[in-house]
């Protein structure tokens, strides 16, 4: 059974439950650095806002690249989405601005009547913002994937997600690469 690794990065508590043999906890810690890194870079007051408003980065095995788990106020970073290194740190910076958006919006008791489209909007306008802080080619992606889910329908911006069938699809994922 592996064993939950705890850090503090850039002043964050961080959690990695590390249950791929074939990741090294070590470079996903170092990964996630790098995107906390460019967030203290080039929006500091973002960072701040992490250190306010949640109390801990959680890297799991998850079926989505993050979430917002308010219950445990923690913002989950998907291990295998940190070990990638086909893409750069931006991506991952800006998954961890979204999830802390939902942090913000949770923090501000925002319960009833929650319009899910518009805060997923909420978050993706605040991925745009940091992909625009970025230089150009390092930004380039992030500003794409915003945009494009700026200009979904509500529907789709903020869809209904089955978790038992992600959850399936993922394990199968896991299966065929013999974890």
Partial sequence: MPLIEHRVIRGLPVAVDNTRPDIATEDVLSRLDEALALIEQ??????????RDIRAISVVRFPCRGAWIPHE??????????????????PVA?????????????????????????????????????????PPALGAPVVARALESLALADHDVAPTIDWNEALRRQDAIDRAAGR
């Fill in 42 to 51: 080039h929006q500091p007051w973002r960072l701040a806002h992490l250190r």
């Fill in 73 to 90: 106020g923690a913002i989950v970073t998907e291990l295998t989405f940190l070990a990638r290194r086909d893409i750069t740190a931006a």
């Fill in 94 to 134: 800006s998954s961890i601005i979204h999830e802390g958006m939902h942090a913000r919006v949770d923090g501000m008791g925002v319960w009833q009547g929650r319009d899910r489209a518009r805060e997923e909007r909420l978050c993706r306008r605040a991925e745009l913002e940091f992909g625009e802080s970025l």
